[in-house]
């Protein structure tokens, strides 16, 4: 079992900055990736922006530029720095891992519960 504990949610003003962070903890044997993702109200869970083990980044394309994707591998920890935040990231944000947890190499995906970022014009 792997638990992801996220941090780092809240209010801000359009134009302003938050970092995010998610612990993961657990049954890990090896990590092939994590990542970031948000839903809005009535919209699509959505790829902000993930990283694979060999470091390689993907972003959403309204975040490139803006949001950076970063983790610190010895603590299992991914973090996400957004900065010029828009009202259009409103959205609740949720950690995802992928890696192995036996023997069996199957990679597994666990979730994180969320946490809200609201930003306001």
């Known amino acids: 079992q792997v638990q992801l504990v996220e941090s780092g949610g809240g209010l801000v003003q359009a134009g302003g900055s938050l970092r995010l962070s998610c612990a993961a903890s657990g049954r890990i044997l090896s990590t092939n990736s994590m990542g970031w993702y948000r839903q809005a109200p009535g919209k699509q869970r959505e790829l902000v922006a993930d990283?694979?083990?060999?470091?390689?980044?993907n972003y959403a394309d309204s975040v490139k530029g803006r949001f950076t994707i970063s983790t610190d591998n010895a603590k299992n920890t991914v973090f996400l720095q957004m900065s010029s935040l828009k009202p259009e990231d409103t959205a609740v944000y949720y950690c995802k891992w992928v890696g192995m947890v036996d023997r069996t190499t199957v990679n597994y995906a666990y979730w994180g519960q969320g946490t809200q970022v609201t930003v306001s014009s």
């Open positions: 990283i694979i083990n060999s470091g390689s980044t």
